[in-house]
Every structure is written in C-alpha cells, then in structure tokens.
C-alpha cells in the first residue's frame, strides 16, 4: 500500500515548483505535499506511533521502518533524482518530518538529521564522483552524519580544536567529534577540522569520511532524556586519512557552509517540534472528551476548553512561519532570520504544548502509561540542538539591526 502511494509520490514530484507557488496564493498545502502528507500520516499512525514507547523505553533504533521509508522515497526527499532522491523541495521536508515525528519523535530525529544535514548538503555541493559514493546509497535507508560539535565547541563551534593536517595527498584528522546523531548507525559523516587553526573560522574545512575509516571508534550511546530511538554518540579520530578528493565545498568554507546549512537543517528540527507538539494536542484533547470529573467530561470545563485554544494557537502559528521558512530555504541566499525565527516558535510552542498536555491528563500525564511524558521529554530537545534558543533569540535581533541600519 505504501509503495503505491509512493508511486503516486514520486510521480507528482515533477510539478513541486509550481505547487510551491500556488501554495503561496492559496494558502493551503499544495496536492503534492497533501499526497505526501497523507503517506507520511498513514506510516506514522500504522508503522511508528504502535512502537514508539517501546523504541523509547529500549532505546532502540528503528532499522526496519528507516529502511521502509527509505523505499518511500523519504530519505532523500529534497535529493536530486539523478542520484536517487525524490527530486522534492524543502516544503516537503517539513511535511514529512512533522508527520513521522507525530508517530515518534526519535525516528523524526534521525529522517530529519539525515535529510537536512547530510544528503541536501552533499547534494547541495559534492561533486559528481562525491555524490556517486557519498549520496547514491544514502538515499534508500543508509545514514548519513553531520559532525560539527565538540565537546568544547557547541554553540561557539569556530573554536573547534579538532585537525586536519595535510601529508602528500591525504589529510590526517585528529580530535573528536560530539553529539553525533546516528553516529552509531551512520555510514559516512560530513566531518569538520581546522586545516590551520590561526586561521581561525577561515580554517575549518568540511570532509566526506567513511565512518568505518581505520582510526575512527565511535563512543558510548548517550543516554537522553529524550528521543531515544535515534542514537548520539561522539566519534573519536586519531589519524584518520582522508584523500584530498574527499573535500566538500571549497577548502577553508568549512564555517560558511556549515552554517548554510544549519540554516536549512533548523527548518527539520522545527518541523520536528511541530510534529511532536501536535500529537500531544491530538492526545491531551481526545482525553478530555473521556475523562469525567464533576459529573461532566473534563472537555467541557471552561478552563480546559482555553488551554486547548491556547496550544493550537501557539502551535498553527508556528506552523506557518516553519512552511515559510522551509519555502524560503530552496532560494540559495541566506534565510537565518525566518529559519531562526521557525526553529524558535516551533521549539518553544512544543514546549508549551506538550506542557499544557501533560497537565491536561493530570496524574495519567505524569505516568508512560500515556504518550504524554514522552512527548514532554522528546519536545525539550527541540530548544537545545540546531542552536539553543538565546542564540537564535540573538540571530533574529542581530538580523533586525542590520535591516534597520541598511
Ligand atoms: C541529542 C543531541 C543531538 C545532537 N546532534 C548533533 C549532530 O548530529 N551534529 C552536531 O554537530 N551536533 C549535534 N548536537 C549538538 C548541539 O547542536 C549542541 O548541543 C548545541 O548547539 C548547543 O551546544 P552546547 O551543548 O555545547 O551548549 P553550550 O554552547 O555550552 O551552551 C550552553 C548554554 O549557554 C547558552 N549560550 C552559549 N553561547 C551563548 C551566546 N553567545 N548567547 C547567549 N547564550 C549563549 C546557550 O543558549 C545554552 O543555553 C546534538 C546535541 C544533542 C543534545
């Protein structure tokens, strides 16, 4: 069933461009994203949402449904068809995402990571032999990584410590990366290492590396509070050896195209936090139509009625400046300002939502019996990783200063 509405997926994918546009006039989600949409909704509602307390509990990565969305077509969504994708736009990324991690945000976590982070970024700027090793296979189901973190390098990552220093024809890396999502299951990362460290940010070089490169041992899983069916771990390098030809983008760019492309990665994250977000809505408001208290279901005291307003208020606004942004990411010039502003709302409104969610079911809120919990749980990562919120709070106002004093 699946395949053939993937069938009808891929063949639709032609017209994304116009679609992108009409949804712009009209409002409303053009009939591609609403065919993928609707085949992302039924895989999350049949293949996720029946498993996600159990992958959460066992901390267990999802193989066979990645591979599953894999022949969907959902693992190189916005991949150029020529080396296997769906050839779609950043729109639909969004969609997918916040579908799959309706069904379970851990799984929404590692599509969103792998699509946004490492495929559109080899797509974006490997070069044809890259793209044949680093991005053909990645597209079915293999995983990709995005190592930028250190242990000493999050927020402020230009002050990254980790090498890569040139002998022959080869650079050695050494350092370690952290907080790698998949790095556990990953088959390649996009790592980033300083070519010359006094050259500061204009160092930092971005390579294609083979995960399973002599030299590289992955650590421990970290155990989160949170989506816990995608794995982290930091990936130790100790002369690893990367041929030259394995660079990706222009030497030294490293910072810049980083940054690019954290740009676009935030629109998954935040389409990750809506997801999440409206499941525990979905949850906390078809639990009020059953729960009786005072004689009455508790949907129908005034109290509760406000508080479901309020979050799918918080939520349908975020929403949109999360399709805004995820439309705005196909142009290639910068989008900081409007993916800063849809990473925050969104990250903030799942926050609230599954907040308010948890409340709402009371005692049951506060117990796995319910999804409530974990939503909580899973929703806090939204604010932390793609830049934590005061650095995006300090994007949108460093964006606002330029355009007044422009
Ligand atoms: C589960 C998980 C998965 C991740 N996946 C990846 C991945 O796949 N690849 C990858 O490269 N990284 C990944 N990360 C790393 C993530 O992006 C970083 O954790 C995040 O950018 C924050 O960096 P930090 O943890 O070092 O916090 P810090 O930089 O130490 O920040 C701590 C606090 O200080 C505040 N702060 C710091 N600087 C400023 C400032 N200038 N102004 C105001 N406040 C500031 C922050 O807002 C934050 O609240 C992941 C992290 C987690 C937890």
Request: include cysteine.
């Amino acid at each position: 069933m699946f395949r053939k509405i993937s069938v009808n997926f891929l063949r639709v994918i032609s017209d994304a461009p116009n679609a992108t546009l009409r949804f712009f006039s009209l409002h409303q989600l053009p009939e591609t994203h609403t065919i993928l949409q609707k085949t992302c909704r039924d895989f999350a509602e049949k293949e996720l949402k029946p498993i996600a307390a159990a992958l959460d509990r066992e901390h267990k990565f999802p193989e066979k449904q990645i591979n599953k969305l894999g022949e969907l077509g959902i693992m190189g969504i916005n991949v150029s068809k020529d080396y296997g994708g769906a050839g779609y736009d950043g729109l639909s990324v969004a969609v997918a995402v916040e579908e799959i991690s309706k069904g379970c945000a851990g799984t929404g976590a590692i599509v969103s990571i792998h699509n946004c982070l490492y495929a559109s970024l080899v797509d974006r700027l490997g070069t044809p032999d890259q793209k044949e090793i680093f991005l053909k296979p990645f597209t079915k189901g293999t995983l990709g990584c995005f190592a930028l973190s250190e242990p000493d390098a999050g927020s402020d990552v230009g002050s990254m410590t980790s090498t890569a220093m040139k002998r022959g024809d080869r650079y050695i890396l050494n350092g370690t990366k952290s907080w790698v999502t998949s790095g556990l299951q990953g088959k390649a990362a996009v790592i980033f290492a300083t070519i010359d460290r006094n050259l500061k940010h204009k160092g930092i070089t971005a390579f294609l590396v083979p995960l399973s490169s002599p030299g590289i041992t992955l650590g421990k899983k970290e155990d989160k509070l949170g989506i816990r069916a995608s794995s982290t771990c930091n990936i130790f390098l100790q002369d690893v050896e990367v041929p030259e030809e394995n660079i990706l983008g222009p030497k030294g760019e490293g910072f810049k195209i980083a940054m690019e492309q954290l740009d676009k990665g935030r629109v998954g994250i935040a389409a990750q936090a809506i997801g999440i977000g409206q499941a525990a809505l979905d949850m906390a408001a078809s639990y009020s139509l059953q729960r009786k208290a005072f004689g009455k279901t508790i949907s129908e005291l005034d109290a509760v009625k406000m508080q479901l307003g309020k979050m799918a208020l918080r939520l349908e606004s975020a929403r949109l400046l999360v399709w805004r942004a995820a439309v705005l990411c196909d142009n290639p010039n910068r989008t900081t300002k409007e993916t800063s502003m849809a990473k925050l709302a969104a990250s903030q409104a799942a926050t609230y939502v599954t907040h308010g969610a948890l409340q709402i079911l009371g005692g049951m809120g506060y117990v796995s019996d319910m999804p409530a919990e974990r939503h909580y749980r899973d929703a806090r990562i939204t604010e932390i990783y793609g830049g934590a919120s005061d650095i995006h709070m300090s994007l949108i106002g460093s964006a606002i200063l330029k355009e007044s004093s422009d």
